[in-house]
DNA sequence: CTGAAAGCGCTTACAG
DNA sequence: CTGAAAGCGCTTACAG
């Protein structure tokens, strides 16, 4: 690899005068910067970040501290419109391995080591041990799906709360009232949101919440099964389930058929996320759609404002929901 | 953050001292490392990696070359094998941002800034334009699911040939004769071998592949539903397909049903990956597997085996492939 | 408009 | 066992 020495030197300047031309400083004559730029060409000299970032403090980086599996839809959708605004932007991601055999590793001495410009954050609870520590650093943050503002971090999310109530409105007007509800855990806000919006949702159309009806699990498939057996053992099922993820619904239509009912005909189903497979799953889920790849793109696109404009005030942004109809929901059985 | 200069001046050393003891160098007194070790947890030190590289010249870091979304499930699965295995492994993973607004933006400079020390591939075809400069650089690559191997570079695969051949025989044992073959593009590696394992499995069996059968496609759902709409207007139709990826299969099943007619009952379908959805899909798919993660894993191993030892030659692994025989295939009708 | 020099935070011969 | 010094490849006042 030339170095900006061999490039000074063929071009008969000094590197400083290089520098300058790599970074178009306009104190330059026409004629200099012409003959640099055409040795930078021949000689395919690119600049070597690390040796910049050395310099400036900086790295054009951004690390991404996702706390579940990749092979969650709503993570593959969120790095594919994260991947999109990155685009162009001359920033990379980093994906911050951790080292689980260092007792104290530290995420955030990791991105400090990597002089990482900013880090976008998904699926960070609360009380996880990291979280403190990040937002005490200066570090550039934007959580997705998770209330957690700092001095230096701001948050995306979606309607959750209108979402949820739009898909008990839409159950309302079908003519179910034993309506079930499948939370996810309540240590993360957009969990507490959603139960929000189904205690509201039902408020609102005076229907009284069956305690036994309102399920805790986590966001998978399995929760989603688990979930619904336990629903399926009460003495009077509900005729329509509220879930609070995609992954959720499939687990609960699942179990539904398993046990010899058909959805929509005797229980209805709505998810939550629209990730691409709701589509594809027979019967197609109806369920509140979130942009998710739209949430990837602005969570960085508010995140280099952040790091480039350090008066930009973390931002708070929340994108709208909207429920799509599908077919697994309908009127219930008289 | 504190400098190694920091470090020294409060531990009283010299700071060549305090790079001795961060890198476990013997040649320092049990006394002096103690009174470092201390220091640079009192202080919170931690190496600048930018730095360090800048000297080293590397970044210990692997760049990922995906030209395909990463909504993709193989994608996903793959990323999560390659998070697994960069665990603890000291390197950590960056997505080079393309740059599509500059016109001879190059993959192969962009490793060369980040002075990536490996990358791997996903997705990249024969004739892709930065696969020739990347292989004449000298950077390890290992290359999934693509036969490209170069000075440093090996690539890994999963059985394909063999993979479509059990399929086939499956097809078979069940009474079918009239099978249908959706194949990914020849322009890549996993196209042709499953192309010749289809070709070489119908002859196994003394059975002649009707032209009008293979369609060419890619790998997405969409291709799927193209192809099989093309097979079900024929006079007449296959009895049985094997698809080249799971999203072909469910783009193939939909379209079948959509025309009145069901899966395994009328038409058997037959997919390949394995993917996390083909069990959730209903009916759950038959498939043949690949160990993604494992795939994953495996090209960052030997990866970085190739990185850390410039003698290790670039392996060609290709791991074993088996048939998942679920829901999606029975006796054709008499 | 141009360049010499210091410095970013490390590592590594080398001398003692 | 310890440290002074050079150097990795850049940028940035500053002087001219």
Chains 1, 2 share one sequence.
């Not at 932007?89 to 990482?116: A, Q």
């Not at 949820?164 to 939370?183: N, T, Y």
Request: one cysteine or more; a negative charge.
């Amino acid at each position: 690899m030339a170095s900006i020495h061999d490039v000074a030197k063929e071009a008969g300047v000094s590197v400083a005068t290089v520098s300058k031309v790599i970074n178009n400083y306009p104190d330059v004559s026409d004629k200099t910067r012409k003959k640099v730029s055409q040795t930078i060409k021949q000689l395919k000299y690119h600049p070597n970040v690390a040796a910049r970032g050395l310099v400036k403090g900086r790295s054009w980086t951004v690390g991404v501290f996702v706390t579940t599996s990749f092979t969650n839809p709503f993570v593959s959708e969120l790095l594919e419109g994260i991947k999109t605004a990155l685009q162009n932007s001359g920033y990379d991601l980093v994906l911050l391995s951790t080292r689980f055999d260092d007792p104290n590793y530290s995420f955030v001495e990791h991105c400090l080591s990597r002089n990482v410009d900013g880090v976008v954050g998904f699926g960070v609870a609360r009380n996880d041990p990291h979280l403190e520590e990040l937002l005490e650093s200066d570090i550039a943050t934007m959580f997705v799906d998770a209330d957690i503002r700092g001095r230096r971090a701001g948050y995306i999310t979606t309607e959750n709360k209108a979402g949820i109530m739009q898909a008990v409105e839409h159950l309302v007007e079908l003519g179910h009232s034993r309506i079930s509800f499948i939370s996810g855990e309540l240590d993360k806000a957009v969990g507490v949101l959603r139960h929000e919006g189904f205690m509201e949702g039902m408020k609102a159309h005076n229907l009284s919440v069956n305690p036994d009806y309102v399920r805790i699990s986590d966001y998978s498939m399995e929760g989603g099964t688990r979930a619904m057996n336990d629903l399926l053992a009460l003495n009077e099922r509900p005729t329509a389930v509220v879930c609070t993820s995609d992954m959720m619904a499939f687990g609960a239509i699942n179990v539904i058929h398993r046990s010899g009912l058909s959805v929509p005909e005797d229980i209805s189903v709505i998810g939550f996320d629209n990730t691409y497979y709701s589509e594809i799953f027979s019967p197609a889920l109806t369920t509140v759609n979130q942009n998710i790849p739209s949430i990837g793109s602005h969570a960085i696109e508010t995140l280099i404002a952040m790091i480039e404009n350090s008066d930009f005030a973390p931002s708070v942004v929340t994108e709208p929901s909207n429920l799509v109809v599908r077919c697994t929901t309908a009127k219930p059985r008289k």
